[in-house]
């Protein structure tokens, strides 16, 4: 068993690769910067989450799956699919939020979202925008610029680095 966690240690990804061939370019310092500002906008949703747990006393994994339900009727292996969760982990998300009322579970396996849960997926985005609004007011045009011209950047470099 060990050997095979040594194996796995050992195997490198096509990215691993592609890094370990290349020597470092003269924008390190702004890869660097960029990495940085991505931290900040990751805190920034971070932020954002609370804000929406904190007003509708919902967890991010329940608002979540409450907008995956609301796109479309689903079944609890589609949603665990879409939420990145095993359906052992997606199960008492979907039964909390059966119990609050905002998703109904179909004879046929389906989860629909009722009335009260498009208007709680409405009313997280709603304090998610005005949230982001009123943290955005506190940085100038240059800043927000950069920090959107950043994720644009690395969003960017992602797609080149998984070809690669």
């Excluded at 052992?88 to 396996?109: K, Q, W």
Aim: proline share 3%; glycine share 6%; hydrophobic share 45%.
């Amino acid at each position: 068993m060990n050997d095979q966690r040594d194996e796995d240690a050992t195997d490198e990804s096509g990215i691993l690769r592609l890094l370990r061939r290349e020597e470092p370019t003269e924008n390190m310092s702004i890869a660097v910067g960029l990495l940085d500002r991505i931290d900040q906008a990751r805190w920034m949703g971070e932020v954002l989450d609370r804000a929406v747990e904190e007003a509708l006393n919902l967890k991010p994994a329940q608002v979540n799956a409450l907008k995956v339900i609301a796109g479309g009727p689903c079944t609890l292996e589609t949603l665990s699919i879409r939420l990145g969760f095993i359906d052992e982990a997606a199960a008492p998300i979907v039964d909390s939020l059966i119990e609050r009322g905002f998703v109904l579970a179909a004879p046929t396996g389906l989860f629909h979202a009722t009335e009260a849960g498009l208007a709680t997926v409405d009313r997280a985005e709603a304090i998610r925008y005005r949230s982001a609004d009123l943290a955005s007011s506190q940085l100038g045009a240059e800043q927000l610029e950069e920090l959107v011209s950043g994720i644009d950047a690395r969003v960017s470099s992602e797609r080149r680095l998984r070809r690669a």
